[in-house]
């Protein structure tokens, strides 16, 4: 039985030993379309490359993650985002993390000027905010962007309805496999704001994610809201090709 077809809309493909072959194995798996992130400026290079070498499969953004701030590097990434934004669809990875090493200050300044970067091309953000979302969220809002995607949403339950309230998208992960807040706040999330997503090449328990993969994520979509996988393929595709502006899928 063949799969429905899903849109992966967060991988870091660039991350993988053989991408190409990922790509294969998640255009078989009937996965429409794959959102590439970046993290860097070799991250974002790297990124752009792939999508050019899959075009209308591979669909780039490219970002600033806060694991990889450097003060030493910021401006030339930030130059970097800024010159080849326009040939994305969207900006990200971005955003906030308060585990990580660099001050918190720091971090929101950064996001502050990838926040105007994006309004002024207007594209949609993929927002990583660990334990932080509320101030990324209200950042995101000041910022009068319109798209926004907070991925991998594991923030307050409270905090749902806000963003939707937005027209904004949160996004769910494998991670549905095992993880109960995971699971219960994307049970949560209204359809018509949800994305699928597999975060590759992340290591879910036994799982190395790949692509393909975000039929996992799909079934475990279904399961979790008590929805036919089906419906939900149907309204998360539809809801990736409005965020991201995907033609042709």
């Not at 590439?36 to 974002?44: E, F, H, K, L």
């Not at 969207?90 to 950064?110: C, H, I, N, P, S």
């Not at 000027?113 to 091309?121: G, Q």
């Not at 590759?200 to 036919?228: F, S």
């Amino acid at each position: 039985m063949t799969p429905p077809p899903v849109i992966d809309t967060h991988a870091h493909l660039d991350e993988l030993p053989d991408p190409g072959a990922a790509i294969k194995e998640a255009h078989e798996g009937n996965v429409l379309g794959i959102v590439a992130v970046g993290q860097d400026i070799t991250s974002n290079q790297k990124t752009l490359e792939i999508a050019d070498e899959h075009p209308g499969l591979v669909f780039a953004a490219v970002g600033y993650h806060p694991w990889r701030l450097n003060p030493d590097h910021d401006d030339e990434v930030i130059d970097f985002i800024d010159k080849n934004l326009k040939h994305c669809v969207a900006l990200g990875e971005v955003g906030l993390d308060y585990k990580a090493k660099t001050k918190k200050k720091v971090q929101k300044a950064v996001f502050q000027k990838l926040l105007t970067i994006a309004k002024r091309h207007d594209k949609p953000v993929i927002v990583h905010c660990r334990y932080v979302h509320e101030t990324a969220y209200r950042m995101v809002k000041e910022a009068g962007i319109e798209k926004a995607i907070f991925h991998w949403y594991s923030g307050s339950l409270d905090l749902i309805p806000i963003i939707a309230a937005e027209g904004y998208y949160m996004s769910a992960t494998p991670a549905l496999l095992y993880n109960p807040y995971h699971a219960k706040a994307i049970a949560a999330v209204p359809l018509s704001n949800l994305l699928l997503e597999t975060d590759t090449p992340v290591q879910y328990q036994e799982l190395a994610a790949r692509p393909v993969h975000v039929q996992i994520t799909l079934q475990e979509v279904a399961r979790v809201k008590g929805i036919t996988a089906e419906k939900i393929a149907v309204q998360t595709t539809r809801n990736a090709k409005a965020c991201f502006g995907l033609k042709g899928l």
